[in-house]
């Protein structure tokens, strides 16, 4: 094969062995091969499409990069941020690797005589799965959150608490109610009740709570476990970006539906502003829009969040933030 002599066939033939070699994952040899050209040749055409800016090298620093988006997200939303570098993690494992970093760093925080408050669900279940136990004494560990529903969803709530729990050699104190009431007559009835009004003065008194946040997508677990009516659902998923304790809120983190708070029985989320460490952990670009408004009111003082999430996080964040 005789070598183009213009520049416009000098550059396809350069784009062609580009594709080959960079697409179809050909190697040098073989490009030769099958376009009848030396070897030497398909390299100085290599060359060429470099420096005819048909081919663009990016190396990407996994660990750079998560440092670049820790110091802007907490620029933007002034909290501590920890980026879990999850880039080349299969997408199935990230839960398990934001899990896993997120326990590693409560056990690095927590000290004798902590009382730390957890919610439930997948994500506080991989933190809990990886917790290592620990040597410390008089540690509690008390669910912010009713844990009773009406389905057969696996809410991880008592599986959660327990692991919790035996990490720190505590006994899980359980808030054995829906997190929803049908009525708010019933649910001022139940927080009247003594030995609750000591679980819920305990959850006011943790001074570390971990926990993670919902969203408003039809099989948002809050949705599948029968406290809400159709139509409280699709007001929801009109009126919210997600949940915090199974307390709905919009874009800028303000409760969406007073009625529907006011059935709700856990923690304030004011009462997240107050504590020592308010620790929210997300997996998943699905709940970004919930963590950028948990983020916009305030409740969190730490993130923990994947790569990936993050980086949209950082796409939904604007100067005036």
């Known amino acids: 094969m005789i070598m183009a002599e213009t520049t416009a066939e000098r ?38 499409a470099r420096e005819q800016g048909l081919v663009r090298i990016q190396i990407v620093d996994p ?22 570098a999850t880039q080349l993690t299969p997408v199935n494992d990230v839960l398990t690797t934001v899990g896993e970093y997120a326990a590693h760093y409560l056990e690095q925080i927590v000290h004798e ?19 290592q136990p620990d040597t410390l004494t008089g540690v509690e560990v008390i669910q912010l959150k009713g844990s009773v529903s009406y389905s057969t969803e696996q809410t991880y709530a008592y599986e959660s608490i327990d692991a919790f729990a035996n990490a720190f050699h505590a ?52 949705f ?33 539906n007073p009625e529907l708070n006011e059935r709700t029985i856990g923690i304030d989320l004011d009462s997240l502003k107050q504590k020592e460490h308010s620790i929210l952990v997300a997996a998943g670009d699905a709940k ?8 916009l009111g305030g ?14 996080l950082l796409k939904l964040t604007t100067p005036d933030q």
């Open 11 to 48: 550059l396809g033939q350069a784009l062609t062995v580009a594709k080959m070699y960079y697409q179809a994952d050909q190697s040098q040899s073989q490009i030769a091969q099958q376009m009848g050209i030396s070897r030497p040749t398909v390299s100085r055409l290599l060359q060429f």
């Open 63 to 84: 660990v750079q990069d998560v440092q670049t988006l820790e110091r802007a997200l907490t620029r933007a939303y002034d909290v501590e941020v920890h980026v879990v």
């Open 113 to 131: 005589h902590d009382v730390i408050g957890i919610g439930w669900g997948k994500t506080i279940y991989a933190i809990g799965s990886s917790l």
């Open 171 to 222: 006994v899980p104190q359980y808030l054995p109610l829906p997190v929803i009431f049908d009525h708010q007559q019933t649910k001022e009835l139940v927080e009247a009740e003594r030995h609750i009004q000591y679980l819920l003065a305990l959850g006011e008194k943790a001074n570390i709570a971990i926990y993670s946040v919902g969203t408003v997508r039809s099989n948002a677990l809050v």
């Open 224 to 256: 599948q476990l029968g406290y809400l009516q159709e139509a409280e659902k699709e007001a929801l998923q009109q009126q919210a970006v997600g949940d915090i304790f199974s307390r709905y809120i919009d874009e800028q983190g303000q409760i969406v």
């Open 288 to 295: 970004v829009p919930a963590v950028r408004a948990a983020l």
């Open 299 to 312: 409740y969190p003082n730490c993130l923990i969040i994947d790569q990936h999430a993050a980086a949209q």
